[in-house]
Antibody, heavy 122, light 108 residues
Framework: QVQLQQSGPGLVKPSQTLSLTCAIS??????????WNWVRQSPSRGLEWLGR?????????DYAVSVKSRISINPDTSKNQFSLHLNFVTPEDTAVYYC????????????WGQGTLVTVSS | SSELTQDPAVSVALGQTVRITCQGD??????ASWYQQKPGQAPLLVIY???NRPSGIPDRFSGSSSGNTASLTITGAQAEDEADYYC???????????FGGGTKLTVL
């Protein structure tokens, strides 16, 4: 049974970096058949896919256009986890952040972390 | 604005059938996946691909597609099906992922 366990701060100051980690159990971040994604949800923006990392003989990343200049998603094979870093945050980045796994296709999110409410406020 | 459009709210009488729709140009090329979300919980995948159900999802949930519209059908809706339902798929470029705005299902 695959489980994703999120960790990271719930409060970030404006202009700083939001950092979250997703620890994987029951699967591998280096899997050749999965992608590892971050999705956020807010009342104003609904569910929003932010990006993914995945391994297909080498590492790849894809990022949503809306955050492409500010985001990085990085795998950590030694700890079997992946992380989200979102720079220069504003109050509009306040949301519940989820890590997810996709396997059947690159958008069938069959496993979700518990969610982390991140508030951007001074 | 989302590239996938859903009706904000739909209601169904207990035991009846309800269809929730999702429209978007990318759906002419890609299937939609469907998620159920209850308050305070993460979304749960209920339909993916042509009409595949993950393990544990009741067979009253089914999916279909025609043209630019994907549909989630619940045949014999139960009280526990009351939730928000979201579709997702690839965007019009085919490179990224997009979600619909969600449909709040009320079971009367």
């Amino acid at each position: 049974q695959v489980q994703l366990q999120q960790s990271g701060p719930g409060l970030v100051k404006p202009s700083q970096t939001l950092s979250l980690t997703c620890a994987i159990s029951g699967d591998s971040v280096s899997s050749n058949s999965a992608t590892w994604n971050w999705v956020r949800q807010s009342p104003s923006r609904g569910l929003e896919w932010l990006g993914r990392t995945y391994y297909r003989s080498k590492w790849y990343n894809d990022y949503a256009v809306s955050v492409k200049s500010r985001i990085s998603i990085n795998p950590d094979t030694s700890k079997n986890q992946f992380s989200l870093h979102l720079n220069f945050v504003t109050p509009e980045d306040t949301a519940v952040y989820y890590c997810t796994r996709a396997t059947s296709s690159d958008y069938d999110f069959d496993c979700w972390g518990q969610g982390t409410l991140v508030t951007v406020s001074s | 604005s989302s590239e996938l459009t859903q009706d904000p709210a739909v209601s169904v009488a207990l035991g009846q059938t309800v269809r929730i729709t999702c429209q978007g140009d990318s759906l002419r090329s890609y299937y939609a996946s469907w998620y159920q979300q209850k308050p305070g919980q993460a979304p749960l995948l209920v339909i993916y691909g042509k009409s595949n159900r993950p393990s544990g999802i009741p067979d009253r949930f089914s999916g279909s597609s025609s043209g630019n519209t994907a549909s989630l059908t619940i045949t014999g809706a139960q009280a526990e099906d009351e939730a928000d339902y979201y579709c997702n798929s690839r965007d019009s470029s085919g490179s990224h992922v997009v979600f619909g705005g969600g449909t709040k299902l009320t079971v009367l």
